[in-house]
């Protein structure tokens, strides 16, 4: 199977008032000229870290962000052409994803991302509610959304839809709203994210009640089911075989690699005796990753990043991540393929922790996969907490 890539961009138009990602103001960081440069030194720099996967074509390709249509179309076309230099072809298989805000995009734009093998569009939207983007501080309106659609729908364009629910004043009317026009515009893929702030934050404030916040769940689910969607993860939704690859490969232990400001990699493979795999990471402040990357003599050896910069994984933080990851998807955590990982002795770990849950409705066994139930997903955090094997002694 094939790699996965992620590239981060990390411009924005502006700083929404709850986001917490590694994004920026544009006229505040380097232009995307330097960054782009930089981005191109790591691929030059670590290229062989996944040197196996260069026979195949990736998998996917991810250009996230931040609003990676917010820089020239060129950069992302000069990007795909540099991993290929260096191996990493694409083929007619490879999903290739890019995130794009409204206002932000336009024809020709669409055009170059086109010309470079992109085929599929994951559209920042949130909310087709002027007033609650004014009150996230988002640049664009409703009807910068619905022109960015009509583009992506005249060329007949697979794309996703982000949605923001739960948020200050938001009535279960306007999320109904959202919906109606998200799945009658075409929509065949739709994330929906709860609005999630620490106390204390200014949003935090004049949320819907708690009974009104589970019922936009439940209308959500309702909604998107009528037509057609069917929830794969635990917050995403899409018409059968819409699902996203890249998401996907993140939830069946497959390795990807991550490029650019704050982005993080995964090794399946182990690189130490004993080792579960090997997780790296790139730091999330601009001025430090950049310095990093620029650095002279750099070694592009796994070995000498820095100890806070790479993990490489034991038994239990390698099964609990396993048990989580798959407990997020509509396929549920496979006896077969735990066992083939970890050996038969695991399934009586797993039968154990899983039995009282099975008891209250929370997860459901189908023979060989434990899964969610409606239930269990409202409460998921409790359940992946039953399945943390951090610090215990397992088999
Ligand atoms: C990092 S953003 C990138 C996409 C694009 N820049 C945008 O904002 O439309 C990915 C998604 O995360 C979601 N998100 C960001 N911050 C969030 C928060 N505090 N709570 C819930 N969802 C959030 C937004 O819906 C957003 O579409
Ligand atoms: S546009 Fe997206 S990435 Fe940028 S600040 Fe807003 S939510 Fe964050």
């Given at each position: 199977?094939?790699?996965?890539?992620?590239?981060?961009?990390?411009?924005?138009?502006?700083?929404?008032?709850?986001?917490?990602?590694?994004?920026?103001?544009?006229?505040?960081?380097?232009?995307?000229?330097?960054?782009?440069?930089?981005?191109?030194?790591?691929?030059?720099?670590?290229?062989?870290?996944?040197?196996?996967?260069?026979?195949?074509?990736?998998?996917?390709?991810?250009?996230?962000?931040?609003?990676?249509?917010?820089?020239?179309?060129?950069?992302?076309?000069?990007?795909?052409?540099?991993?290929?230099?260096?191996?990493?072809?694409?083929?007619?298989?490879?999903?290739?994803?890019?995130?794009?805000?409204?206002?932000?995009?336009?024809?020709?734009?669409?055009?170059?991302?086109?010309?470079?093998?992109?085929?599929?569009?994951?559209?920042?939207?949130?909310?087709?509610?002027?007033?609650?983007?004014?009150?996230?501080?988002?640049?664009?309106?409703?009807?910068?959304?619905?022109?960015?659609?009509?583009?992506?729908?005249?060329?007949?364009?697979?794309?996703?839809?982000?949605?923001?629910?739960?948020?200050?004043?938001?009535?279960?009317?306007?999320?109904?709203?959202?919906?109606?026009?998200?799945?009658?515009?075409?929509?065949?893929?739709?994330?929906?994210?709860?609005?999630?702030?620490?106390?204390?934050?200014?949003?935090?404030?004049?949320?819907?009640?708690?009974?009104?916040?589970?019922?936009?769940?439940?209308?959500?689910?309702?909604?998107?089911?009528?037509?057609?969607?069917?929830?794969?993860?635990?917050?995403?939704?899409?018409?059968?075989?819409?699902?996203?690859?890249?998401?996907?490969?993140?939830?069946t232990d497959r390795?990807?690699?991550?490029?650019?400001?704050?982005?993080?990699?995964?090794?399946k493979e182990s690189?130490?005796?004993?080792?579960w795999g090997?997780?790296?990471?790139?730091?999330?402040?601009?001025?430090?990753?950049?310095?990093?990357?620029?650095?002279?003599?750099?070694?592009?050896?796994?070995?000498?990043?820095?100890?806070?910069?790479?993990?490489?994984l034991?038994k239990?933080?390698s099964l609990?991540d396993f048990c989580?990851t798959s407990?997020?998807?509509?396929?549920?955590l496979s006896i077969t393929d735990l066992t083939h990982k970890f050996g038969n002795q695991i399934e009586?770990?797993i039968?154990?922790?899983?039995?009282?849950?099975?008891?209250?409705?929370?997860?459901?066994?189908?023979?060989?996969?434990?899964?969610?139930?409606?239930?269990?997903?409202?409460?998921?955090?409790?359940?992946?907490?039953?399945?943390?094997?951090?610090?215990?002694?397992?088999l």
């Amino acid at each position: 199977m094939g790699l996965g890539i992620y590239i981060h961009i990390p411009y924005c138009l502006q700083r929404c008032t709850y986001c917490d990602f590694a994004t920026y103001v544009h006229s505040e960081i380097k232009p995307p000229e330097f960054y782009v440069e930089i981005v191109k030194k790591e691929i030059a720099l670590r290229h062989q870290f996944f040197e196996n996967f260069k026979t195949v074509p990736l998998s996917t390709i991810y250009f996230g962000g931040g609003t990676p249509s917010l820089i020239p179309a060129e950069h992302i076309v000069n990007l795909i052409a540099e991993l290929s230099k260096f191996g990493y072809q694409t083929g007619p298989q490879t999903e290739i994803t890019i995130e794009i805000n409204p206002a932000t995009i336009d024809e020709r734009k669409l055009e170059i991302y086109l010309e470079a093998g992109v085929n599929r569009f994951s559209v920042g939207a949130q909310t087709f509610s002027d007033r609650l983007l004014k009150m996230v501080h988002r640049e664009h309106n409703a009807e910068q959304t619905r022109q960015t659609l009509a583009l992506l729908r005249k060329y007949n364009l697979n794309f996703s839809f982000d949605l923001l629910f739960a948020l200050p004043t938001q009535t279960l009317a306007e999320l109904q709203n959202d919906l109606s026009i998200a799945v009658d515009l075409g929509s065949r893929h739709l994330s929906p994210y709860c609005l999630t702030v620490p106390e204390g934050h200014p949003l935090s404030k004049n949320r819907p009640p708690e009974n009104d916040q589970i019922e936009m769940f439940e209308i959500i689910h309702r909604r998107l089911q009528e037509n057609g969607f069917y929830r794969y993860e635990i917050s995403n939704y899409s018409l059968p075989g819409f699902e996203s690859k890249h998401n996907l490969l993140y939830w069946t232990d497959r390795s990807y690699w991550g490029l650019g400001l704050s982005a993080h990699s995964y090794m399946k493979e182990s690189q130490l005796p004993n080792s579960w795999g090997t997780r790296f990471w790139n730091q999330n402040n601009f001025d430090l990753y950049t310095d990093q990357i620029q650095k002279p003599h750099q070694s592009s050896d796994l070995f000498d990043f820095s100890v806070s910069q790479i993990e490489f994984l034991k038994k239990h933080q390698s099964l609990t991540d396993f048990c989580h990851t798959s407990l997020r998807l509509d396929t549920g955590l496979s006896i077969t393929d735990l066992t083939h990982k970890f050996g038969n002795q695991i399934e009586r770990v797993i039968l154990n922790l899983a039995q009282p849950l099975l008891d209250r409705d929370i997860l459901r066994f189908n023979g060989n996969a434990y899964k969610l139930t409606e239930k269990g997903v409202l409460i998921s955090n409790q359940v992946f907490e039953q399945f943390t094997f951090l610090g215990k002694d397992i088999l």
